[in-house]
């Protein structure tokens, strides 16, 4: 089992939906958790991080579930630049970032 | 400078040459990354420095690959005799530390081997 599962996709959403993806871990140890963000052809970004309580950055909400080893990221209302895959991270302490494959959005006019 | 710069940015090579890709990451950032990605495939792993040290090698795909870091900044990437499966993108990342902190990526090396 790989340590970081990603539905891959494509989500394909109109604009103004909503979309939800999940990200399962396979270590119980995983400390920390991140969404990064990567447009076609270009190098990762920082989305957010995930914090144990959930957090929310305008339209984005991550959330943690340790008891089911699963992070969250929800869009509201997506807009054309939404479309990109979205990586989730997860880090065992002094580890390197361990990325998943990541999950493909695209938003349609 | 402001961001992970790497270089170059793309390189096309005969099999069987050797390659060094370089990675300047931002200044005063003890940690950096190498993974690889193919096309529509996800981040592979290939090696982390903390300070000059690299204390997780297991990414590395074989023998051909080595890679190096000096001063606590600049590393380089080498593949020896390359194969055309070793064709790819290469990412370099850095960050503060190691752990919970957020992690910059430069733009890449386009590698082709023909």
């Known amino acids: 089992r790989k340590e970081v599962e990603q539905d891959p996709g494509p989500f394909n959403v109109p604009e103004g939906a909503t979309v939800a993806f999940n990200c399962t871990y396979s270590?119980?140890?995983?400390?920390?958790f991140f969404w990064y963000r990567q447009d076609c052809r270009k190098e990762p970004k920082l989305l957010m991080s995930v914090y144990s309580s959930g957090n929310e950055d305008g339209r984005f909400t991550a959330q943690l579930n340790r008891a089911s080893q699963y992070i969250s990221l929800l869009i509201r209302d997506s807009k054309l630049s939404d479309s990109a895959t979205y990586l989730c991270v997860v880090i065992r302490g002094n580890t390197p970032l361990v990325f998943g494959k990541g999950t493909r959005l695209s938003v349609i006019a | 400078g402001a961001g992970v710069s790497q270089s170059p940015s793309n390189k096309v090579t005969e099999k069987g040459k050797d390659v060094e890709l370089r990675c300047d990451p931002i200044?005063?950032?003890?940690?950096l990354y190498w993974y690889r990605q193919s096309l529509g495939q996800g981040l592979e792993f290939l090696i982390y420095f903390q300070g000059n040290s690299a204390p997780d090698k297991s990414g590395l795909p074989s023998d051909r690959f080595s890679a190096e870091r000096t001063g606590g900044s600049v590393s380089t990437l080498t593949i020896q005799r390359t194969q055309q499966e070793d064709s790819a993108v290469y990412l370099c990342a850095s960050s503060l530390r190691t752990g919970n902190t957020e992690a910059f990526f430069g733009q890449g090396t386009r590698l082709t081997v023909v």
């Open positions: 270590n119980s140890a995983s400390q920390s």
């Open positions: 200044s005063g950032h003890t940690a």
